[in-house]
């Protein structure tokens, strides 16, 4: 797992999504973000590669998994997906943020918006802009909103 706040100074070049269909009307809510996909990828100019994917964490024996969402250090190889049927789907950069970036990062906020007593959505912010990612429902489909 990374540490998020590793991640402020770092200058952010491209936003990778694997495509993904709206969000059926009967999950919307006030929570649901424009944009839904499995997992997202940061590149950074620097060559790192992280992965941020929605996930389950165990709190407790006598609790239910709460939503959470894990940010990890991931290589190229991942950003590709094999559907049921055998077609494979390449991650594909997120239009939304080709206007401002590369970009530095100069804050990450982690929030839980949610209420599942763990982090569920992190923002990372720059200079006029912000991309939020949260784990949304139904469980691990991953919300993103591009802010300017």
Same mark, same amino acid.
């Given at each position: 797992?990374?540490?998020?706040?590793?991640? +402020?100074?770092?200058?952010?070049? !491209?936003?990778?999504?694997?495509?993904?269909?709206?969000? /059926?009307?009967?999950?919307?809510?006030?929570?649901?973000?424009? +944009?839904?996909?499995?997992?997202?990828? =940061?590149?950074?100019? %620097?060559?790192?590669?992280?992965?941020?994917?929605?996930?389950?964490?165990? =709190?407790? %024996?006598? !609790?239910?998994?709460? =939503?959470?969402?894990? +940010?990890?250090?991931?290589?190229?190889?991942?950003?590709?997906?094999?559907?049921?049927?055998?077609?494979?789907?390449?991650?594909?950069?997120?239009?939304?943020?080709?206007?401002? =970036?590369?970009?530095?990062?100069?804050?990450?906020?982690?929030?839980?918006?949610?209420?599942?007593?763990?982090?569920?959505?992190?923002?990372?912010?720059?200079?006029?802009?912000?991309? +939020?990612?949260? /784990?949304?429902?139904?469980?691990?489909?991953?919300?993103?909103?591009?802010? !300017?």
């Amino acid at each position: 797992m990374v540490d998020s706040n590793s991640l +402020i100074g770092k200058a952010l070049e !491209r936003v990778w999504v694997f495509p993904a269909a709206p969000v /059926h009307p009967a999950w919307v809510d006030e929570f649901t973000t424009p +944009i839904n996909t499995r997992e997202a990828f =940061l590149e950074f100019s %620097d060559g790192d590669l992280i992965s941020l994917s929605p996930c389950e964490v165990n =709190l407790s %024996d006598d !609790r239910y998994p709460s =939503l959470g969402l894990a +940010i990890e250090v991931t290589t190229s190889a991942l950003m590709k997906m094999t559907h049921s049927g055998g077609q494979v789907v390449g991650a594909v950069q997120l239009e939304e943020a080709d206007g401002f =970036l590369p970009a530095p990062i100069t804050s990450v906020e982690a929030s839980d918006p949610l209420g599942e007593d763990t982090t569920t959505q992190y923002a990372f912010v720059g200079s006029g802009w912000r991309i +939020i990612f949260r /784990h949304i429902l139904p469980p691990m489909t991953l919300g993103i909103c591009v802010e !300017r």
